[in-house]
Nanobody
Framework: QVQLVESGGRLVQAGGSLRVSCAVS????????MGWFRQTPGKEREFVAS????????GYADSVKGRFTIARNNAANLVHLQMNSLKPEDTAVYYC?????????????????WGQGTQVTVSS
């Protein structure tokens, strides 16, 4: 059974920082790329960041580049998203996802497994 469990979402003021995390089990974590996506009601799921199997390559949406950092700890089966300089428009449910391959990806259809999401709310 593959499980992805996000944690760390909460209410934070604009300009603040937050780290959300994803714990993965049920697969060989270190062989897969990982990604973070976010979604608000009525909108499509949006790419945020991705990271290769060994952390050697990363990719970011233009809207978060320079503010967010994705990282992984393969020994602990964890992937993190560090969010700095948060804006109200960052408010969303943040989802962790496993890619089909070891290569970073940026499309929801390229995700093989999804977590349940964690709510991040940024106040004005």
């Amino acid at each position: 059974q593959v499980q992805l469990v996000e944690s760390g979402g909460r209410l934070v003021q604009a300009g603040g920082s937050l780290r959300v995390s994803c714990a993965v089990s049920g697969l060989t974590f270190s062989t897969y790329a990982m990604g973070w996506f976010r979604q608000t009601p009525g909108k499509e799921r949006e790419f945020v960041a991705s990271i290769s199997w060994n952390g050697g390559s990363t990719g970011y949406a233009d809207s978060v580049k320079g503010r967010f950092t994705i990282a992984r700890n393969n020994a602990a089966n964890l992937v993190h998203l560090q969010m700095n300089s948060l804006k109200p428009e960052d408010t969303a449910v943040y989802y962790c996802a496993v890619g089909y391959t070891s290569v970073p990806y940026n499309r929801p259809n390229d995700a093989k497994y999804w977590g349940q999401g964690t709510q991040v709310t940024v106040s004005s």
